[in-house]
């Protein structure tokens, strides 16, 4: 669609310009004037420049948490979106069916953050969780508050489970977009089950996989609650992602000039990631 | 092939509600029966946990307020979402494309980042611990996603209306409650959705921002959690009514889930 030029929609645009820069504006000025001082209580504030943020560029600690972040960003990636596609592939695209498919799937997208941690904590537990209980009674020695490999594989499955289905309403809806008729022309052709979805359902998910990707970059890599209800980020540090290390350091050991500087360093990276996504995108949109 | 099919979406479905199925097994057990060790199913079938929940005020409050900030933010985040996704998606203007993506920004803040700042502004203004508090700090991140879905919906609909109306005699704001809005009707209903959605289901900041008053019923479990011993069976009754509100409103979205997914830009 063309756009007319006309800068007097600046004044439609203006009251969520508002809104949005007091919570974020504001916040972040915060934030940033922390992260460049040192207190020592009662409101005295001495200019520190840089040093918090040397400090937290050279700590091994935010070394650790960054690593453990990306690790986790990129395995659920690596799970979620192909599996996701896999069933929006195998789903039936008309019928009564679908609706229940559809509602009872966005189900695990609707619980509240603590509870889902709460619930895969109940259903971990080795002496009366059902997948605690199971691997130990199939022989696999399996307690997720003592083996740092089982407190990961909980907190990958917890997190497969609750977001997959995004990618599979998603990849769902750029599947159903594709009109009958470009199946019956690669009937005709006789086409291979691959080459239809090489050559006809990937191009057109391509957008939408895109989007899927940004949201699920953004939301894993700013997870807290989940894996905080359910493991606490251990057992040690073994599952401390970015933002529990942050809350620890911010409101446990209310050390504000480092939890600032990290913030900042955090926020920068999640940017930097969902700059590269967005641009992407929007150059796809353009061809 | 019909078999293989059905397989994987029924697989996947059935690994989904196990865990559903768990808590809501859980909910209705004794607490000497929970701690005395597994079994598939309540073998003394109580809903003493339910009773407490809904007779307790500390309980019900909770939903009461996590209720109510959800449905001030998502009114807020729709409202004053139209106007601003109307104008990205029919006018250019100074600085448009830049605006958006700093919208979108906001959406990529990791709430960690903001707890603190937020819980002294919300200090300094009075309205730490109302329901106004967390409702006005999930605006943060639902007000650029409500923008951008809506955008989405409404470069849908084509230009010719807007111009024939205005040829018309309809003023700007008649036309738009009058004609346009009806027009993408369902991708309201879908902002309000994906809204509703991520104000419930956030805690990090709701908890933050709270402290008696207001207390969401997502704190409200984290504390009975940790101070009152392990009382599982109503952890776990807490969590199955956190899931209704969810379930309800899906139901009513059903049919616009699958666009709305695709933020309507498919």
Known sequence: ?287 | MRLTKWLVPTLYITFLLLPIYWLVNMSFKTTNEILGGFSPWPKNFTTASYVEILTNPVWYNGYISSISYVLINTVISVSFALPAAYAFSRYRFLGDKHLFFWLLTNRMAPPAVFALPFYQLYSAIGLFDTPWAVALAHCLFNIPLAVWILEGFMSGVPKEIDETAYIDGYSFPRFFVKIFMPLIASGIGVTAFFCFMFSWVELLLAKTLTSVAAKPIAAVMTRTASTSGYELGLLAAAGVLTIIPGAIVIYFVRNYIAKGFALGRV
């Not at chain 1, 000039?257 to 992407?280: C, K, R």
Request: proline residues 5%; contains cysteine; aromatic residues 14%.
């Open chain 1, 1 to 287: 669609m063309t756009k007319t030029w006309n800068n007097r929609a600046w004044f439609l645009v203006l009251p969520v310009l508002l809104l949005v820069a007091f919570n974020a504006i504001i916040p972040l000025m915060t934030v940033v004037n922390y992260s460049v001082q040192e207190t020592f209580g009662n409101n005295l504030f001495f200019f520190e420049g840089t040093k918090w943020y040397q400090d937290v560029l050279a700590s091994p600690r935010f070394h650790a948490s960054l690593l453990r972040q990306f690790m986790f960003t990129f395995i659920i990636l690596a799970i979620e979106v192909p599996l996701g596609v896999a069933i929006a592939l195998t789903m039936p695209r008309s019928g009564p069916w679908v609706s229940v498919c559809l509602v009872l799937m966005a189900l695990p997208l609707l619980i509240p953050w603590n509870v889902v941690g709460a619930m895969w904590n109940i259903m971990a537990l080795p002496d009366i969780g059902l997948l605690g209980y199971g691997l130990n009674k199939l022989g696999i020695p399996y307690n997720f508050t003592r083996q740092p490999f089982a407190a990961w594989f909980t907190v990958v499955l917890m997190d497969v489970w609750h977001w997959t289905s995004l990618v599979v309403l998603l990849a769902y809806a750029g599947l159903r977009s594709i009109p009958e008729a470009y199946y019956q022309a690669a009937k005709i052709d006789g086409a291979s089950r691959w080459s239809v979805f090489r050559f006809i359902q990937l191009p057109k998910m391509n957008r939408v996989l895109t989007i899927a990707v940004l949201l699920r970059f953004m939301d894993s890599f700013m997870i807290y609650t989940e894996p905080f209800v359910l493991t606490g980020g251990g057992p040690g540090n073994a599952t401390t992602f970015l933002s529990i290390d942050l809350v620890k350091a911010a409101l446990g050991e209310f050390n504000l000039g480092i939890a600032a500087a990290m913030s900042i360093i955090y926020f920068l990276i999640t940017l930097l990631v969902s700059w590269i996504f967005y641009t992407l995108m929007m150059r796809g949109d353009e061809q």
